[in-house]
């Protein structure tokens, strides 16, 4: 397991020089709070999230889906890096680093450099109020698609 090698980038330390495990903690409570009510989603997968816990250092995301049901755990890793694993019928099926640099929240696979390309954007993007989530499909090893992104996205956006 291993996150980026540079630290994360957190709005909140960048504007206001909060500390960074405090700034892990505030993405944790936001990507949380999106799930706070049942979320149904369509895409690439098709199926419901919602949230089963979480407090300030971590979470527990539940989800039932049309590619299987399972969970998504949100902790802070020592780097301040928030790391997100997903299990799908109890497999861990992958994991990810997420920061919160603006207003869109980036994830990197595991062992990723975490550097954007010059006009490009992060391998993986969540929207400013999570209303849709997408990845670079050759960046997490997903097999190609028709689309080089897979995603999904809140069946009311």
């Known amino acids: 397991m291993s996150p980026p090698t540079r630290p994360p980038h957190y709005v909140g330390n960048e504007d206001h020089n909060w500390p960074l495990h405090d700034c892990a903690g505030f993405l944790i409570d936001?990507?949380?709070?999106?799930?706070?009510?049942?979320?149904?989603?369509?895409?690439?997968?098709?199926?419901?999230?919602?949230?089963?816990?979480?407090?300030?250092?971590?979470?527990?995301?539940?989800?039932?889906?049309?590619?299987?049901?399972?969970?998504?755990?949100?902790?802070?890793?020592?780097?301040?890096?928030?790391?997100?694993?997903?299990?799908?019928?109890?497999?861990?099926?992958?994991?990810?680093?997420l920061e919160d640099p603006y207003e869109e929240k980036d994830f990197w696979p595991d062992g990723a450099d975490g550097i954007t390309p010059p006009n490009g954007d992060p391998p993986g993007r969540i929207s400013k109020r999570g209303r849709w989530l997408q990845l670079r499909r050759a960046d997490f090893g997903l097999p190609p698609g028709a689309s080089l992104f897979w995603d999904v996205a809140d069946i009311w956006s």
């Open 30 to 97: 936001t990507l949380a709070s999106w799930a706070r009510e049942p979320y149904e989603f369509r895409g690439h997968a098709n199926g419901r999230l919602w949230r089963q816990r979480v407090d300030k250092v971590s979470a527990r995301l539940l989800f039932f889906s049309d590619l299987g049901d399972g969970h998504i755990d949100l902790s802070i890793d020592p780097t301040n890096w928030v790391r997100a694993e997903v299990f799908v019928v109890g497999e861990l099926k992958f994991r990810v680093w």
